[in-house]
């Protein structure tokens, strides 16, 4: 098996593959970030059978935690596999801070957490705020301390999707770009490398300072969402709430009282970052 070793923010991996092209991939696009000597999770890119490590290669992830019923990846798809494979681990056997599905951008000390469903802009707009004098801290995790309540950040490689592809080659044509990857089980995909500052700064947390659940595709709206309707939005939308107990609950319910939340409906990345700068410079 052919590995790399990875940190992103607080957390460490080891990511291990039966072809050395998919850990050239990693070790190309994760190059700027820290590589450990003791890593938190492994994560195994597999063939499902030894002819299908070398006649119509089929990928299979495996690791500290994995899904039995999870279908394998063509070998074209290993990098997304390898994000899978992170991304599971994180999100079934990560507990020093709350988990949510969400976005995150930085800007003058203070956090911006951007949740919703799929195709609901928010990877997309954290990329876009990245590259307008936010600092990018995590398009697919963002985490909350246990004890302070900050964002902690996790800037893993951005995940653009459809749409999203050809609006950030076009915002930024200078960024170093993964392959296109198509039909993906989420559509086509194509991985960009975050800004170093984003990775230079992967330890430095902010504060909260708004909760904005986006939706693409209607008609300009900014409203309000009550803390209550906050709350029940993100026990679904974190991985680990339920386990943390206690804590989990106490720590949800500091950030729902403290953080205002909004919902903006948009058609554009021009209009969110309109609306968004408008709520920000209320704050």
Known sequence: MHEIRITIGHASFRICSAWPKVIEQLETYYAAYPKPQIVDFTVRLEAISLLRRYIRPSVMIDGDFMLPEAAPLPLEQALLGAEMGMNLQMALGWYRQLILHASSAEKDGRALIMTGESGSGKSTLSALLGNRGWRFMGDEFAFIDLDSGFAVPYPRLISL?????AAMEQECPNA??????KDTPKGDIRHMVPPIDA???MD???KPAMLLFPRFGFDAEIYDILPSEAFMRLTHASTNFVA?????FNTLTRFVC???AYGINY???DEAEDMINKLWDKL
């Open 161 to 165: 999707k459809n749409q999203a592809i």
């Open 267 to 269: 058609q554009s990345g």
């Open 244 to 248: 943390l107990g206690e804590v989990g």
């Open 258 to 260: 403290e953080v205002p």
């Open 199 to 201: 990775i230079r700064k």
């Open 176 to 181: 170093r770009f993964g392959p296109l990857l």
């Open 204 to 206: 430095h947390s902010a």
